[in-house]
């Protein structure tokens, strides 16, 4: 820092290292949120290496059997950028079971919820019904669905199993592009 406020030609004082680290253990940071009402969610996982062995050990001896992960689910606002939940879980839980978890911190009401098949559990379905009576889920069924709820039933259908006769009768690439936009290859000139 101190050469670039040299080159910029700025005369004032650069904390060092253990200054800054000092005070940062203190400072206390709220980053207002950007969205307000009703908004749009994408969830997904993705998964972290946890370094712990020397890279060093790794090349003389090779990796061990417990080399450890951790998973990392966000939940996010597509046209906003801004990470609204977040889960950090050992790799051995699934997708859908930090579903629930992550829409506790979400406090506005959600218009849609999208994401990919792993989340086509009926614990997901209830869980966004429940935080939001009127979201549009987006989740495309898996490849191997079968109906939840069959046609003849008194209960009000549900939205999944609308997509899945859907995919049966025009096929999974129609439906596709109602799911996942941003999939669909573009055009540019």
Not at 141 to 161: L, T
Request: charged share 30%; net charge positive.
């Amino acid at each position: 820092m101190r050469s670039v406020f040299a080159m910029l030609d700025i005369h004032l004082p650069v904390p060092d290292h253990s200054t800054l680290s000092k005070r940062g253990a203190t400072l206390k940071v709220n980053l207002p949120k950007k969205s307000s009402g009703s908004l749009n969610i994408v969830l997904d996982s993705t998964g972290l290496k946890i370094y712990g062995e020397g890279e060093w050990k790794v090349r003389k001896h090779g990796y061990s059997k417990r080399r450890t992960w951790r998973k990392l689910h966000l939940g996010g606002n597509p046209d906003t950028g801004e990470i609204l939940a977040v889960a950090l879980t050992e790799n051995s839980v699934s997708d859908d079971a930090v579903v629930m978890e992550m829409l506790e911190q979400i406090e506005e009401a959600l218009l849609s919820c999208a994401g990919d098949g792993a989340y086509d559990k009926r614990k997901v379905y209830k869980a966004l019904n429940e935080h939001s009576p009127d979201v549009d889920i987006l989740i495309p069924p898996r490849k191997n669905a079968h109906i939840w709820q069959h046609g003849n039933s008194k209960e009000e259908r549900h939205k999944r199993d609308e997509n899945l006769r859907h995919i049966r009768n025009h096929g999974r690439k129609n439906l596709a592009i109602t799911f996942v936009l941003w999939q669909k290859p573009s055009c540019s000139a």
